[in-house]
Protein backbone atom coordinates (compact mmCIF):
# COMPACT_ATOMS: atom_id res chain seq x y z
CA UNK A 1 0.00 0.00 0.00
CA UNK A 2 2.91 2.60 1.15
CA UNK A 3 4.76 1.31 -1.87
CA UNK A 4 1.62 2.37 -4.29
CA UNK A 5 1.20 5.90 -2.33
CA UNK A 6 4.81 6.38 -3.39
CA UNK A 7 4.29 5.12 -6.62
CA UNK A 8 1.82 7.53 -7.45
CA UNK A 9 2.94 10.18 -5.34
CA UNK A 10 6.36 10.44 -7.59
CA UNK A 11 4.59 9.43 -10.87
CA UNK A 12 2.74 12.97 -9.55
CA UNK A 13 5.90 15.05 -9.61
CA UNK A 14 7.04 14.15 -12.86
CA UNK A 15 6.54 17.18 -15.28
CA UNK A 16 4.58 15.43 -17.99
CA UNK A 17 1.87 14.16 -15.75
CA UNK A 18 1.51 17.24 -13.62
CA UNK A 19 1.03 19.13 -17.48
CA UNK A 20 -1.50 16.23 -18.18
CA UNK A 21 -3.43 17.06 -15.53
CA UNK A 22 -3.04 20.67 -15.35
CA UNK A 23 -4.15 20.80 -19.60
CA UNK A 24 -7.32 18.04 -18.57
CA UNK A 25 -8.40 20.46 -15.89
CA UNK A 26 -8.39 23.33 -18.22
CA UNK A 27 -10.05 21.68 -20.99
CA UNK A 28 -12.39 20.78 -18.47
CA UNK A 29 -12.91 24.77 -17.18
CA UNK A 30 -13.31 25.36 -20.62
CA UNK A 31 -16.53 22.72 -21.61
CA UNK A 32 -17.69 23.91 -18.34
CA UNK A 33 -18.03 27.42 -19.11
CA UNK A 34 -19.22 26.89 -22.60
CA UNK A 35 -22.01 24.96 -21.60
CA UNK A 36 -22.58 27.58 -18.91
CA UNK A 37 -22.64 30.36 -21.69
CA UNK A 38 -24.33 28.56 -24.29
CA UNK A 39 -27.41 28.06 -21.08
CA UNK A 40 -27.32 31.92 -20.09
CA UNK A 41 -25.76 31.02 -16.83
CA UNK A 42 -23.39 32.97 -16.02
CA UNK A 43 -25.67 35.69 -14.30
CA UNK A 44 -25.47 39.57 -14.60
CA UNK A 45 -25.40 42.09 -11.91
CA UNK A 46 -24.21 45.59 -11.72
CA UNK A 47 -22.50 45.31 -15.46
CA UNK A 48 -20.19 42.48 -14.56
CA UNK A 49 -20.06 38.65 -13.71
CA UNK A 50 -18.89 38.27 -10.81
CA UNK A 51 -15.86 36.62 -10.61
CA UNK A 52 -16.09 35.37 -14.26
CA UNK A 53 -15.49 39.01 -14.82
CA UNK A 54 -11.77 38.66 -14.58
CA UNK A 55 -11.53 34.98 -16.24
CA UNK A 56 -11.30 36.05 -19.72
CA UNK A 57 -7.51 38.19 -19.27
CA UNK A 58 -6.53 35.82 -15.89
CA UNK A 59 -6.88 33.02 -18.29
CA UNK A 60 -4.86 34.68 -20.70
CA UNK A 61 -2.24 35.46 -18.80
CA UNK A 62 -2.00 32.75 -16.96
CA UNK A 63 -1.35 31.00 -20.07
CA UNK A 64 1.13 33.27 -21.50
CA UNK A 65 3.17 32.86 -18.59
CA UNK A 66 2.46 28.79 -18.60
CA UNK A 67 2.90 28.12 -22.41
CA UNK A 68 5.75 31.31 -23.17
CA UNK A 69 2.93 31.12 -26.46
CA UNK A 70 1.04 34.61 -26.66
CA UNK A 71 -0.85 34.29 -29.73
CA UNK A 72 -2.99 31.47 -29.13
CA UNK A 73 -3.14 32.71 -25.29
CA UNK A 74 -4.61 36.09 -25.81
CA UNK A 75 -6.66 34.07 -28.13
CA UNK A 76 -8.55 31.58 -25.90
CA UNK A 77 -8.77 34.45 -23.47
CA UNK A 78 -10.51 36.35 -26.11
CA UNK A 79 -13.01 33.10 -26.71
CA UNK A 80 -14.05 32.53 -23.37
CA UNK A 81 -15.02 36.27 -23.23
CA UNK A 82 -17.11 35.60 -25.67
CA UNK A 83 -18.75 32.65 -23.60
CA UNK A 84 -19.30 34.76 -20.97
CA UNK A 85 -20.76 37.42 -22.29
CA UNK A 86 -22.91 35.43 -24.26
CA UNK A 87 -21.53 36.81 -27.85
CA UNK A 88 -20.17 33.06 -29.51
CA UNK A 89 -19.68 34.67 -32.35
CA UNK A 90 -16.26 36.87 -31.18
CA UNK A 91 -15.36 37.87 -35.30
CA UNK A 92 -18.50 39.68 -35.50
CA UNK A 93 -19.03 40.94 -31.94
CA UNK A 94 -15.05 41.37 -31.44
CA UNK A 95 -12.28 40.96 -33.21
CA UNK A 96 -14.20 43.08 -36.65
CA UNK A 97 -15.20 45.65 -34.03
CA UNK A 98 -11.81 46.43 -31.89
CA UNK A 99 -9.55 45.97 -35.58
CA UNK A 100 -11.97 47.93 -37.62
CA UNK A 101 -11.44 50.98 -35.36
CA UNK A 102 -9.91 54.15 -36.44
CA UNK A 103 -7.16 54.00 -33.00
CA UNK A 104 -6.19 50.36 -34.90
CA UNK A 105 -5.15 51.67 -37.93
CA UNK A 106 -2.99 54.51 -36.29
CA UNK A 107 -1.83 51.77 -34.49
CA UNK A 108 -0.99 49.76 -37.62
CA UNK A 109 -0.51 52.79 -39.98
CA UNK A 110 1.91 54.68 -37.34
CA UNK A 111 3.54 52.01 -35.00
CA UNK A 112 3.87 49.21 -36.92
CA UNK A 113 3.96 50.06 -40.66
CA UNK A 114 5.86 53.48 -40.28
CA UNK A 115 8.13 52.26 -37.33
CA UNK A 116 9.05 49.17 -39.34
CA UNK A 117 9.05 50.10 -42.43
CA UNK A 118 11.74 52.90 -40.75
CA UNK A 119 13.53 50.75 -39.31
CA UNK A 120 13.69 48.61 -43.13
CA UNK A 121 14.70 51.61 -44.72
CA UNK A 122 17.79 52.19 -42.67
CA UNK A 123 18.92 48.69 -42.98
CA UNK A 124 19.46 49.53 -46.50
CA UNK A 125 21.30 53.17 -45.89
CA UNK A 126 22.82 51.63 -42.76
CA UNK A 127 21.49 55.19 -40.94
CA UNK A 128 21.12 53.66 -37.29
CA UNK A 129 24.26 51.69 -37.95
CA UNK A 130 26.00 55.05 -38.34
CA UNK A 131 24.67 57.03 -35.81
CA UNK A 132 25.79 53.85 -33.06
CA UNK A 133 29.35 53.99 -34.64
CA UNK A 134 28.82 58.15 -33.95
CA UNK A 135 26.59 57.75 -30.59
CA UNK A 136 29.79 55.27 -29.55
CA UNK A 137 32.51 57.95 -29.96
CA UNK A 138 31.18 60.40 -28.61
CA UNK A 139 29.48 59.34 -25.55
CA UNK A 140 28.97 55.37 -24.58
CA UNK A 141 31.79 53.31 -23.15
CA UNK A 142 30.31 50.44 -22.54
CA UNK A 143 27.01 49.06 -21.09
CA UNK A 144 26.75 51.76 -18.60
CA UNK A 145 26.59 54.57 -20.74
CA UNK A 146 24.82 52.43 -23.49
CA UNK A 147 22.02 51.97 -20.85
CA UNK A 148 22.59 55.71 -19.53
CA UNK A 149 21.80 56.78 -23.20
CA UNK A 150 18.51 54.65 -23.40
CA UNK A 151 17.69 56.63 -20.09
CA UNK A 152 17.87 59.26 -21.53
CA UNK A 153 16.43 58.67 -24.75
CA UNK A 154 13.07 57.47 -22.94
CA UNK A 155 13.21 60.85 -21.23
CA UNK A 156 13.67 62.96 -24.72
CA UNK A 157 10.78 61.00 -26.02
CA UNK A 158 8.11 61.73 -23.27
CA UNK A 159 5.37 62.25 -26.11
CA UNK A 160 3.47 59.21 -24.88
CA UNK A 161 4.09 55.83 -24.08
CA UNK A 162 3.78 54.04 -27.14
CA UNK A 163 5.34 56.75 -29.02
CA UNK A 164 8.24 56.66 -26.38
CA UNK A 165 9.15 52.75 -27.00
CA UNK A 166 9.12 52.62 -30.33
CA UNK A 167 11.29 56.07 -30.93
CA UNK A 168 13.61 54.97 -27.98
CA UNK A 169 14.08 51.37 -29.06
CA UNK A 170 14.24 52.15 -32.34
CA UNK A 171 17.18 54.46 -31.23
CA UNK A 172 18.98 52.89 -28.90
CA UNK A 173 19.17 49.62 -30.48
CA UNK A 174 21.97 49.45 -32.52
CA UNK A 175 23.99 51.55 -29.49
CA UNK A 176 23.26 49.07 -27.33
CA UNK A 177 23.28 45.95 -29.02
CA UNK A 178 27.07 46.85 -29.83
CA UNK A 179 28.51 46.83 -25.96
CA UNK A 180 26.60 43.78 -25.39
CA UNK A 181 23.40 44.84 -23.20
CA UNK A 182 20.82 42.02 -23.11
CA UNK A 183 17.60 42.90 -25.15
CA UNK A 184 15.72 41.94 -21.75
CA UNK A 185 17.86 45.25 -19.91
CA UNK A 186 17.30 47.35 -22.84
CA UNK A 187 13.34 46.44 -23.19
CA UNK A 188 13.11 47.04 -19.61
CA UNK A 189 14.67 50.56 -20.01
CA UNK A 190 12.45 51.41 -22.43
CA UNK A 191 9.49 50.33 -21.08
CA UNK A 192 10.45 51.85 -17.98
CA UNK A 193 10.88 55.05 -19.34
CA UNK A 194 8.19 55.10 -21.60
CA UNK A 195 4.80 56.01 -19.97
CA UNK A 196 6.24 56.85 -16.43
CA UNK A 197 8.15 59.85 -18.44
CA UNK A 198 4.52 60.95 -20.07
CA UNK A 199 3.21 61.00 -16.69
CA UNK A 200 5.90 63.06 -15.19
CA UNK A 201 6.70 65.30 -18.24
CA UNK A 202 3.46 65.73 -19.36
CA UNK A 203 3.69 67.77 -22.75
CA UNK A 204 1.50 65.59 -24.54
CA UNK A 205 -2.16 64.43 -24.78
CA UNK A 206 -2.19 62.80 -21.38
CA UNK A 207 -3.56 65.61 -18.55
CA UNK A 208 -6.41 66.29 -21.66
CA UNK A 209 -7.51 62.76 -21.21
CA UNK A 210 -7.05 62.61 -17.49
CA UNK A 211 -8.70 66.41 -17.25
CA UNK A 212 -11.83 65.04 -19.68
CA UNK A 213 -12.14 62.18 -16.89
CA UNK A 214 -12.42 64.17 -13.67
CA UNK A 215 -14.47 66.94 -14.92
CA UNK A 216 -17.35 67.67 -12.46
CA UNK A 217 -16.10 64.36 -10.52
CA UNK A 218 -16.00 67.73 -7.53
CA UNK A 219 -17.25 71.67 -7.37
CA UNK A 220 -13.73 72.81 -8.19
CA UNK A 221 -13.22 70.79 -11.56
CA UNK A 222 -16.04 72.35 -13.18
CA UNK A 223 -13.77 72.73 -16.60
CA UNK A 224 -10.87 71.56 -18.62
CA UNK A 225 -8.41 74.15 -17.75
CA UNK A 226 -8.97 73.40 -13.58
CA UNK A 227 -8.79 69.75 -14.00
CA UNK A 228 -5.67 70.25 -16.16
CA UNK A 229 -4.33 72.38 -13.59
CA UNK A 230 -5.06 69.80 -11.02
CA UNK A 231 -3.29 67.10 -12.80
CA UNK A 232 -0.09 69.33 -13.32
CA UNK A 233 -0.33 70.21 -9.08
CA UNK A 234 -0.43 66.38 -8.35
CA UNK A 235 2.96 65.83 -10.44
CA UNK A 236 4.91 65.99 -7.62
CA UNK A 237 3.19 63.22 -5.62
CA UNK A 238 3.22 60.63 -8.87
CA UNK A 239 5.63 58.18 -6.72
CA UNK A 240 5.22 55.61 -8.99
CA UNK A 241 6.38 57.47 -11.77
CA UNK A 242 9.63 59.22 -9.89
CA UNK A 243 10.54 55.83 -8.53
CA UNK A 244 10.46 54.06 -11.87
CA UNK A 245 12.70 56.65 -13.80
CA UNK A 246 15.28 57.02 -10.74
CA UNK A 247 15.18 53.29 -10.11
CA UNK A 248 16.05 52.36 -14.10
CA UNK A 249 19.19 55.17 -13.77
CA UNK A 250 20.09 53.27 -11.02
CA UNK A 251 19.72 50.24 -12.73
CA UNK A 252 21.68 51.78 -16.08
CA UNK A 253 24.56 52.75 -13.75
CA UNK A 254 24.43 49.91 -12.06
CA UNK A 255 23.87 50.79 -8.70
CA UNK A 256 20.97 48.92 -7.90
CA UNK A 257 22.56 47.51 -4.19
CA UNK A 258 21.15 44.10 -6.12
CA UNK A 259 19.50 43.21 -9.08
CA UNK A 260 16.16 41.93 -8.35
CA UNK A 261 15.00 38.69 -10.24
CA UNK A 262 17.07 35.85 -11.26
CA UNK A 263 16.06 36.09 -14.73
CA UNK A 264 17.39 39.67 -15.12
CA UNK A 265 21.06 38.49 -13.23
CA UNK A 266 21.52 35.67 -15.88
CA UNK A 267 20.64 37.89 -19.05
CA UNK A 268 23.21 39.85 -17.72
CA UNK A 269 25.99 37.87 -17.02
CA UNK A 270 25.01 36.22 -20.73
CA UNK A 271 25.20 39.24 -22.85
CA UNK A 272 28.21 40.62 -20.94
CA UNK A 273 30.12 37.36 -21.66
CA UNK A 274 28.91 37.37 -25.32
CA UNK A 275 27.26 34.31 -24.98
CA UNK A 276 24.12 36.24 -27.14
CA UNK A 277 22.01 38.93 -26.71
CA UNK A 278 18.85 36.60 -25.94
CA UNK A 279 18.47 33.77 -24.23
CA UNK A 280 18.83 30.49 -26.20
CA UNK A 281 15.59 29.30 -27.12
CA UNK A 282 14.27 32.99 -27.36
CA UNK A 283 11.64 34.35 -30.10
CA UNK A 284 12.58 38.33 -30.52
CA UNK A 285 9.93 40.25 -31.21
CA UNK A 286 11.64 41.87 -34.17
CA UNK A 287 12.31 39.75 -37.21
CA UNK A 288 15.75 39.36 -39.10
CA UNK A 289 14.26 42.27 -41.33
CA UNK A 290 14.43 44.36 -38.96
CA UNK A 291 18.50 43.50 -37.84
CA UNK A 292 20.48 42.27 -40.89
CA UNK A 293 22.54 45.52 -42.67
CA UNK A 294 21.63 45.28 -46.75
CA UNK A 295 23.76 47.94 -47.56
CA UNK A 296 23.72 48.80 -51.61
CA UNK A 297 27.82 48.41 -53.07
CA UNK A 298 28.38 51.72 -53.40
CA UNK A 299 26.00 53.40 -50.85
CA UNK A 300 27.56 55.30 -48.39
CA UNK A 301 25.90 55.74 -45.35
CA UNK A 302 26.23 59.01 -43.54
CA UNK A 303 24.02 60.66 -40.19
CA UNK A 304 21.65 62.68 -42.28
CA UNK A 305 20.30 58.77 -42.94
CA UNK A 306 19.64 58.98 -39.50
CA UNK A 307 19.10 62.11 -38.18
CA UNK A 308 16.89 62.96 -41.59
CA UNK A 309 14.09 60.93 -40.80
CA UNK A 310 14.14 61.45 -36.93
CA UNK A 311 14.34 65.07 -37.31
CA UNK A 312 11.68 64.98 -39.17
CA UNK A 313 9.46 62.70 -37.09
CA UNK A 314 10.32 65.43 -33.95
CA UNK A 315 10.12 68.23 -35.20
CA UNK A 316 6.63 67.48 -37.02
CA UNK A 317 5.15 65.92 -34.11
CA UNK A 318 6.49 68.37 -30.90
CA UNK A 319 6.93 71.95 -33.17
CA UNK A 320 3.45 72.45 -33.97
CA UNK A 321 2.40 71.25 -30.38
CA UNK A 322 5.03 73.47 -28.47
CA UNK A 323 3.85 76.54 -30.69
CA UNK A 324 0.38 76.29 -30.87
CA UNK A 325 0.07 75.15 -26.59
CA UNK A 326 2.42 77.76 -25.03
CA UNK A 327 2.34 80.57 -27.49
CA UNK A 328 -1.14 80.26 -28.72
CA UNK A 329 -2.93 79.40 -25.72
CA UNK A 330 -4.62 76.68 -27.73
CA UNK A 331 -4.77 73.65 -24.67
CA UNK A 332 -6.75 71.08 -24.72
CA UNK A 333 -7.11 72.19 -28.98
CA UNK A 334 -3.33 71.87 -29.65
CA UNK A 335 -2.00 70.82 -32.59
CA UNK A 336 -0.30 67.23 -32.39
CA UNK A 337 0.47 65.76 -35.26
CA UNK A 338 1.54 62.34 -34.54
CA UNK A 339 0.75 60.16 -37.20
CA UNK A 340 1.92 62.25 -40.01
CA UNK A 341 5.15 62.77 -38.08
CA UNK A 342 5.54 59.18 -38.41
CA UNK A 343 5.16 58.76 -42.40
CA UNK A 344 6.97 61.95 -43.46
CA UNK A 345 9.83 60.81 -41.49
CA UNK A 346 9.80 57.53 -43.67
CA UNK A 347 9.36 59.45 -46.97
CA UNK A 348 12.12 61.46 -45.68
CA UNK A 349 14.01 58.84 -45.28
CA UNK A 350 13.31 57.69 -48.52
CA UNK A 351 14.10 60.76 -50.19
CA UNK A 352 17.45 60.76 -48.74
CA UNK A 353 17.92 57.77 -49.60
CA UNK A 354 17.14 57.93 -53.24
CA UNK A 355 19.19 61.41 -53.63
CA UNK A 356 22.25 59.73 -52.78
CA UNK A 357 21.98 57.54 -55.32
CA UNK A 358 20.03 54.03 -54.02
CA UNK A 359 17.97 52.36 -56.21
CA UNK A 360 14.28 52.56 -55.60
CA UNK A 361 13.35 49.32 -55.99
CA UNK A 362 16.56 48.75 -52.97
CA UNK A 363 14.56 51.50 -50.73
CA UNK A 364 11.22 50.11 -51.46
CA UNK A 365 12.66 46.59 -50.52
CA UNK A 366 13.54 47.46 -47.26
CA UNK A 367 10.94 49.56 -46.56
CA UNK A 368 8.60 45.70 -47.37
CA UNK A 369 10.91 43.95 -45.26
CA UNK A 370 10.44 46.50 -42.16
CA UNK A 371 6.87 45.98 -42.66
CA UNK A 372 7.02 41.73 -42.84
CA UNK A 373 9.74 42.02 -39.59
CA UNK A 374 6.54 43.55 -37.57
CA UNK A 375 4.11 41.45 -38.81
CA UNK A 376 4.12 39.59 -35.27
CA UNK A 377 3.78 42.38 -33.33
CA UNK A 378 0.38 43.32 -35.96
CA UNK A 379 -0.81 40.14 -34.81
CA UNK A 380 -0.41 40.34 -31.12
CA UNK A 381 -1.68 43.99 -30.70
CA UNK A 382 -4.64 43.03 -32.66
CA UNK A 383 -5.33 40.48 -29.99
CA UNK A 384 -4.38 42.72 -27.61
CA UNK A 385 -7.12 45.45 -28.38
CA UNK A 386 -9.73 42.72 -28.70
CA UNK A 387 -9.22 41.22 -25.42
CA UNK A 388 -9.69 44.69 -23.68
CA UNK A 389 -12.87 45.13 -25.71
CA UNK A 390 -13.67 41.55 -24.31
CA UNK A 391 -12.76 42.48 -20.35
CA UNK A 392 -15.01 45.78 -20.97
CA UNK A 393 -17.70 43.68 -22.21
CA UNK A 394 -17.41 41.12 -19.48
CA UNK A 395 -17.10 43.94 -16.70
CA UNK A 396 -13.68 42.96 -15.68
CA UNK A 397 -12.54 46.56 -13.93
CA UNK A 398 -16.17 46.90 -12.48
CA UNK A 399 -16.05 43.45 -10.74
CA UNK A 400 -12.74 44.61 -9.44
CA UNK A 401 -14.11 47.77 -8.19
CA UNK A 402 -17.09 46.23 -6.24
CA UNK A 403 -15.23 43.81 -5.12
CA UNK A 404 -12.13 45.77 -3.46
CA UNK A 405 -14.06 49.36 -2.80
CA UNK A 406 -15.95 48.53 0.46
CA UNK A 407 -12.27 47.04 1.96
CA UNK A 408 -10.64 50.11 1.62
CA UNK A 409 -10.01 51.68 4.80
CA UNK A 410 -9.01 55.56 4.77
CA UNK A 411 -5.34 55.08 5.90
CA UNK A 412 -4.73 53.05 3.50
CA UNK A 413 -6.56 54.47 0.48
CA UNK A 414 -4.09 56.12 -1.68
CA UNK A 415 -1.95 53.01 -1.36
CA UNK A 416 -4.65 50.58 -2.05
CA UNK A 417 -6.31 52.63 -4.60
CA UNK A 418 -2.81 52.29 -6.46
CA UNK A 419 -2.67 48.52 -6.25
CA UNK A 420 -6.23 48.07 -7.05
CA UNK A 421 -5.42 50.31 -10.26
CA UNK A 422 -2.17 47.86 -10.11
CA UNK A 423 -4.31 45.00 -11.24
CA UNK A 424 -6.76 46.05 -12.76
CA UNK A 425 -4.45 47.87 -15.50
CA UNK A 426 -2.56 44.40 -15.38
CA UNK A 427 -5.75 42.47 -16.63
CA UNK A 428 -6.26 44.96 -18.96
CA UNK A 429 -3.38 45.89 -20.71
CA UNK A 430 -4.43 49.39 -20.45
CA UNK A 431 -3.55 52.72 -18.11
CA UNK A 432 -5.97 55.01 -19.62
CA UNK A 433 -9.06 52.37 -19.77
CA UNK A 434 -8.42 51.96 -16.18
CA UNK A 435 -8.45 55.97 -15.88
CA UNK A 436 -11.66 55.99 -17.28
CA UNK A 437 -13.09 53.06 -14.92
CA UNK A 438 -11.63 54.30 -12.06
CA UNK A 439 -11.53 58.00 -11.84
CA UNK A 440 -15.43 58.45 -11.58
CA UNK A 441 -15.25 56.33 -8.34
CA UNK A 442 -11.94 57.74 -7.00
CA UNK A 443 -12.51 61.34 -7.06
CA UNK A 444 -15.78 61.30 -5.21
CA UNK A 445 -14.60 58.13 -2.97
CA UNK A 446 -11.70 59.60 -1.76
CA UNK A 447 -13.21 63.26 -0.67
CA UNK A 448 -16.07 60.96 0.92
CA UNK A 449 -13.57 59.32 3.15
CA UNK A 450 -11.42 62.64 4.00
CA UNK A 451 -13.57 65.76 2.55
CA UNK A 452 -9.28 67.68 2.09
CA UNK A 453 -7.87 68.29 -1.12
CA UNK A 454 -4.07 67.29 -0.83
CA UNK A 455 -5.65 64.17 0.57
CA UNK A 456 -7.62 64.00 -2.85
CA UNK A 457 -4.60 64.82 -4.66
CA UNK A 458 -2.54 61.71 -3.11
CA UNK A 459 -5.52 59.25 -4.26
CA UNK A 460 -5.46 61.18 -7.90
CA UNK A 461 -1.45 60.36 -8.16
CA UNK A 462 -2.38 56.69 -6.83
CA UNK A 463 -4.59 55.76 -9.47
CA UNK A 464 -2.18 57.64 -12.12
CA UNK A 465 0.52 55.82 -10.95
CA UNK A 466 -1.12 52.29 -10.50
CA UNK A 467 -2.68 52.48 -13.69
CA UNK A 468 0.84 53.02 -15.32
CA UNK A 469 2.32 50.06 -13.14
CA UNK A 470 -0.03 47.22 -14.20
CA UNK A 471 0.07 48.46 -17.96
CA UNK A 472 3.90 48.34 -18.15
CA UNK A 473 3.83 45.27 -17.28
CA UNK A 474 0.93 43.49 -18.77
CA UNK A 475 2.30 41.11 -21.46
CA UNK A 476 -1.55 42.12 -23.05
CA UNK A 477 -0.56 45.81 -23.49
CA UNK A 478 0.24 47.96 -26.43
CA UNK A 479 3.66 49.41 -24.77
CA UNK A 480 4.71 45.88 -23.63
CA UNK A 481 4.69 44.65 -26.70
CA UNK A 482 6.15 47.57 -28.24
CA UNK A 483 8.99 47.58 -26.26
CA UNK A 484 9.48 44.23 -26.97
CA UNK A 485 9.04 44.92 -30.68
CA UNK A 486 11.29 47.85 -30.98
CA UNK A 487 14.29 45.98 -28.82
CA UNK A 488 14.19 42.57 -30.29
CA UNK A 489 13.51 40.67 -26.97
CA UNK A 490 11.01 37.86 -26.37
CA UNK A 491 7.74 39.12 -25.66
CA UNK A 492 7.27 37.14 -22.40
CA UNK A 493 11.48 36.84 -21.23
CA UNK A 494 10.63 41.00 -20.91
CA UNK A 495 7.42 40.26 -19.12
CA UNK A 496 9.26 38.31 -16.81
CA UNK A 497 12.62 40.13 -16.71
CA UNK A 498 10.85 43.51 -15.47
CA UNK A 499 8.43 42.94 -13.37
CA UNK A 500 10.63 42.38 -10.16
CA UNK A 501 12.12 45.88 -11.09
CA UNK A 502 8.81 47.30 -11.38
CA UNK A 503 7.21 45.78 -8.38
CA UNK A 504 10.24 47.58 -6.45
CA UNK A 505 9.23 51.45 -7.69
CA UNK A 506 5.95 49.73 -6.85
CA UNK A 507 6.09 48.99 -3.23
CA UNK A 508 7.96 52.07 -2.57
CA UNK A 509 5.36 54.30 -3.73
CA UNK A 510 3.00 52.75 -1.72
CA UNK A 511 5.12 53.43 1.06
CA UNK A 512 5.33 57.14 0.60
CA UNK A 513 1.85 57.28 -0.18
CA UNK A 514 1.28 56.20 3.33
CA UNK A 515 3.93 57.87 5.35
CA UNK A 516 2.76 61.43 3.17
CA UNK A 517 -1.41 60.41 4.72
CA UNK A 518 0.56 59.68 8.38
CA UNK A 519 2.72 62.81 7.97
CA UNK A 520 -0.05 65.59 6.40
CA UNK A 521 -3.26 64.31 6.55
Excluded at 13 to 37: E, H, Q, S, W
Excluded at 254 to 273: E, L, N, T, Y
Excluded at 321 to 330: L, P, R
Excluded at 404 to 422: K, N, R, S, T, W
Aim: glycine share 10%; proline share 5%.
Amino acid sequence: MSNDFAGTKQKFKDPGTRRKIGTGAFITLIIAGVYAGVNHLFPEQNGHYGFWSVMPPLVAIVLAFYTREVVSSLFLGICLGGVIAGKINIVQDFLIPSIGTESFALIILVYLWALGGLIGIWTRTGGAEKFATWASSKMVRGPQTAKFFTWMMGLVFHQGGTISTVLTGATVRPVADKHKVSHEELSYMVDSTASPAATLIPFNVWPFYVGGLIIGTMPFLETTEQSVAFFFSALPYNFYAIFAILLTLLFAWDKFPFVPGKKMRVAIKRARAGQGLDREGASPMAADELTTQKVPEGYKPGLIDFFGPIGTLLGVAMIPYIVTYFFMGKGEDAVLLVAEAFVLAVLVGFGIALAKGMRLQEAVDGFIDGCKGVTIGAIILALAVTLKEVADAVGTAGYVVDLVGDLIPAFLLPGLLMVLCMIIAFSTGTSWGTYAVVFPVAIPLAWAVVPDQFFLTLCFSAVIGGSVFGDQCSPISDTTILSSLATGCDLMDHVQTQFPLAISAGLLAVIAYAAMVLAFV
